[in-house]
């Protein structure tokens, strides 16, 4: 199987704020990764597919980059609604397999 | 717009079968480029693909539950199901169904879900 592994684990950040969180892959997966964002108590909900195109409907803020095994997701200016949990998933291989998640909340 | 919802028992004793549908509303599930898949969570942790199937019947699975999960469809209730056998306490997840959305022909993404159901697994 593809180990996902995301850092940081957690953030705490501030309304306005960039955040970043890594992505990396136990192998080369060229861009065969998507991102999500889960709320408590709700569904995933994808955001980024294919590395670094964004899901119809959801806000420019969101992007992601890279390839091969090292991968970013950036939200450009942390909004209220941002608070949730984020995780990569890789689909170059069976089984897909998802990061371990970063959590993202409020200083 | 399309909409998936899991029905199934929310408690499953050890030792028996887990049985869960989903039922795909907005759309025929025969439509070519998606697969139907199950994924679970565990309380607190991340997510843990289970499986997928295509309106053709073809399915794959993870590897470490192959042995014990069947995924089937019926294309005339435009829905699927997961059933996993020989459950454990450690099988207690909320579990989900979604749709993997293929693009060129290599290009996946779940890109709609269920609300999950969660399932406990105790006798």
């Known amino acids: 199987d593809i180990q996902m592994t995301q850092s940081p684990s957690s953030l705490s950040a501030s309304v306005g704020d960039r955040v970043t969180i890594t992505c990396q892959a136990s192998?080369?997966?060229?861009?065969?990764l998507n991102w999500y964002q889960q709320k408590p108590g709700k569904a995933p909900k994808l955001l980024i597919y294919?590395?670094?195109n964004l899901e119809t409907g959801v806000p420019s803020r969101f992007s992601g980059s890279g390839s091969g095994t090292d991968f970013t997701f950036t939200i450009s200016s942390l909004q209220p609604e941002d608070i949730a949990t984020y995780y990569c998933?890789?689909?170059?291989?069976?089984?897909?397999?998802f990061g371990p998640g970063t959590k993202v909340d409020f200083k | 717009q399309v909409q998936l919802q899991e029905s199934g028992p929310g408690l499953v004793k050890p030792s028996q079968t887990l049985s869960l549908t989903c039922t795909v509303s907005?759309?025929?599930?025969?439509?070519?480029?998606?697969?139907w898949t199950w994924i679970r969570q565990h309380p607190g942790k991340g997510l843990e693909w289970i499986g997928d199937i295509y309106y053709s019947g073809s399915t794959h699975y993870n590897p470490s539950l192959k042995s014990r999960v069947t995924i089937s469809i019926d294309t005339s209730k435009n829905h699927f199901s997961l059933k996993l056998s020989s459950v454990t306490a450690a099988e207690t997840a909320v579990y989900y169904c979604?749709?993997?959305?293929?693009?060129?022909?290599?290009?996946?993404?779940?890109?709609?879900w269920g609300q999950g159901t969660m399932v406990t697994v105790s006798s």
């Open positions: 192998q080369d997966i060229s861009n065969y």
């Open positions: 294919d590395a670094s």
């Open positions: 907005g759309d025929s599930i025969i439509s070519a480029g998606y697969y």
């Open positions: 979604a749709r993997d959305r293929r693009q060129h022909l290599v290009r996946h993404a779940f890109d709609i």
């Open positions: 998933q890789q689909y170059d291989n069976l089984p897909r397999t």
